[in-house]
């Protein structure tokens, strides 16, 4: 089984580094951006099964980049992450053609678990053979 | 139009409110960095249960930086302390260096948002006026938001303080765009004018300069 391509968007340099690392012991093809600008780019070269993206970012907001990204691919996944995941926020951002919303500081399990439900596929991890967790192989 | 009172009061609450937003984004975003490299602890953890070998490098280097993030919480809170505090009295003595300064750190996080650098010029000597501290870091936020506005992404809003015949000014520079046609032009509002006002001071746009500069005097009446 091939695994998911997931593109993790945040400023937050050392918060992208860890989660991207546990993400891809989970079993996960992670790629990182720190800036709206390079996700938009990455996107455009590269096809992703899900964008998990920061809803607050400097140059532009989650919601815009959102716009871009669905523009170029009408079925890319997106999961937004916020530190404050209001109700108002949650419906604009389903309204907008979010597939999830969830609050920092978010489980990991959870965010796999998501990424699982909007692709529609369980994560299994490659080396192992097992579920999600993290991955006794993984380098470090 | 409201009273002057009005004015003031209503916009002190809408400028508690969006520096406290702003300060609680932060300690998020400053929690989920620590979550998450305290959770690649646990599962560095539950490898090693399994016979896997850690780098202890590797591990003092995610505990090196889940302190870093506690400091950062610290200067967050630290700043948020002080700005509470701000309120606590109406007249008092302060260092007008030391607020810009203040006000800098405070806003940096919404000026990143906006793609903006700040920049402060420190003073070469304390420059102490008798003033409201909650009325002026309010000022001094309206006249960055606007100077924000004026410059746009990718630039940098230079802050200085220094003394003048009157008593003390606060420069915003940089902001060549103010001559161009398109620059945002109502400025100040009655929102500026009602706080410079009640201050005793005032708010020049000086468009060939590129500079905002907030008057105030060294005491307030």
Redesign the interface.
């Given at each position: 089984m091939s695994k998911r391509k997931v593109l993790l968007v945040d400023d937050e340099r050392d918060f992208v580094e860890a989660l991207g690392e546990r993400m891809r012991s989970r079993g996960l093809k992670i790629s990182t951006a720190f800036s709206a600008t390079d996700a938009i780019k990455m996107t455009e070269k590269e096809d992703y099964d899900v964008v998990v993206l920061d809803l607050s970012m400097p140059e532009m907001n989650g919601l815009e980049v959102l716009r871009m990204l669905k523009e170029h691919n009408p079925n890319l996944h997106v999961i937004f992450l916020t530190g404050h995941a209001t109700v108002e926020k949650g419906i604009l951002a389903m309204m907008s053609g979010a597939a999830e919303i969830i609050e920092k500081p978010s489980d990991v399990e959870t965010l796999v678990r998501k990424i699982e439900k909007v692709t529609g596929k369980k994560m299994v991890d490659v080396e192992s053979g097992q579920g999600v967790g993290p991955d006794r192989n993984m380098t470090h | 139009m409201d009273g002057k009172w009005d004015i003031i009061g209503n916009e002190g609450f809408e400028f508690m409110g969006k520096m406290n937003a702003s300060i609680?984004?932060e300690v998020?975003?400053v929690?989920?960095?620590?979550?998450?490299?305290a959770?690649?602890l646990e599962?560095?953890t539950?490898?090693a249960e399994?016979g896997?070998a850690?780098?202890p490098e590797?591990l003092k280097g995610?505990a090196g930086?889940i302190q870093?993030?506690v400091r950062r919480a610290d200067r967050i809170i630290r700043n948020m302390n002080t700005f509470a505090h701000s309120v606590d009295e109406t007249r008092s003595k302060v260092d007008l260096g030391e607020v810009v300064a203040f006000m800098a750190a405070l806003s940096d996080r919404l000026a990143?948002?906006?793609?903006i650098a700040l920049e402060v010029t420190p003073p070469s000597r304390p420059i102490m006026i008798t003033t409201s501290p909650f009325l002026v870091e309010n000022i001094i936020w309206r006249c960055l938001d606007f100077a924000m506005a004026v410059a746009g992404?990718g630039k940098t809003v230079v802050l200085t303080a220094d003394k003048d015949d009157r008593g003390a000014r606060i420069t915003f520079s940089r902001l060549e765009a103010l001559s161009h046609a398109s620059s945002p032009t109502q400025f100040p509002l009655d929102v500026e004018n009602a706080l410079a006002e009640s201050l005793g001071g005032q708010i020049v746009v000086n468009e060939g300069a590129g500079e905002i500069v907030l008057g105030l005097p060294e005491a307030v009446d």
């Open positions: - | 609680s984004h998020k975003n929690l989920a960095i620590i979550n998450e490299n959770g690649l599962d560095f539950l490898m399994k896997m850690i780098d590797r995610l930086k870093l993030q990143s948002m906006k793609g992404p």
